[in-house]
């Protein structure tokens, strides 16, 4: 690069793909020809960085893990372009920050941090099967997160938001209910999407929620209003 910085790459594999290291800024020659080393044992074997996540997702589906959607878009966008490639073993310090540091300067910090534990997750699954022996990413540290305030609603807020649903209740039945009951119960959008009527417990006046954003079953309590829009539901699908 005209900057003075160098890239390093290693070829490997039948079609002799060129697969990058990292860069100067991160890798000394020794270290780029030791990440070579690990790379070319890693190819042998056919375990790179990309493979790995695709074990840490398959087992997050059916373990029923919320998350595997959009740790698979952060991956795609983010990680697999700069490592998706690289040997599992020859991955360390220098690619991790390398990833990071390539991250849109208009990416908030939890976004980051989101992107740091998708890729600490990988090589802490990658350490349990015996893929490698240490996470690089522990050198690493998570940034503040900046919590966002949520104002009180006032009598006049809330005077507007039921206005609005039922604005959208008359344009848009389906549409309208759905957000009463997000309104009425706390739930997650998910949440009430995947709702059934076997869900529903009317004496204990609660709902049980298989698909949360943790895999785990929740209890939601349905208040009367709540109870009563899920009784109107019922009777018009007859």
Not at 31 to 54: N, P
Not at 147 to 161: F, G, M, Q, T
Request: charged share 25%.
């Amino acid at each position: 690069y005209s900057g003075g910085r160098t890239v390093y790459y290693v070829r490997k594999g039948e079609g002799r793909a060129r697969i990058r290291l990292g860069d100067s800024n991160h890798l000394t020659i020794k270290k780029a020809r030791e990440a070579a080393i690990a790379a070319m044992a890693d190819d042998a074997a056919g375990i790179t960085f990309g493979s790995v996540f695709a074990e840490v997702m398959e087992n997050g589906k059916l373990s029923g893990v919320a998350s595997v959607k959009k740790d698979t878009v952060r991956y795609e966008m983010h990680i697999e372009p700069l490592i998706g490639a690289v040997g599992i073993s020859a991955c360390g310090l220098s690619n991790v920050k390398e990833v990071m540091e390539n991250l849109p300067a208009e990416h908030s910090d939890a976004t980051r941090n989101r992107v740091l534990a998708l890729i600490r997750k990988v090589f802490i699954y990658a350490m349990k099967v015996g893929y490698v022996s240490e996470d690089p990413t522990r050198h690493l540290s998570f940034r503040q997160e900046v919590k966002r305030s949520i104002p009180e609603p006032d009598d006049d807020l809330i005077r507007k938001v039921n206005k609005a649903v039922k604005f959208v209740q008359q344009k848009n039945p389906v549409a309208g209910n759905l957000i009463r009951m997000l309104q009425l119960s706390g739930m997650r959008l998910g949440e009430a999407q995947g709702l059934l009527w076997g869900d529903i417990n009317t004496v204990s006046k609660q709902a049980s929620l298989p698909k949360t954003k943790s895999g785990k079953l929740r209890f939601v309590p349905l208040n009367p209003e709540a109870l009563e829009l899920l009784e109107e539901l019922r009777e018009e699908a007859g």
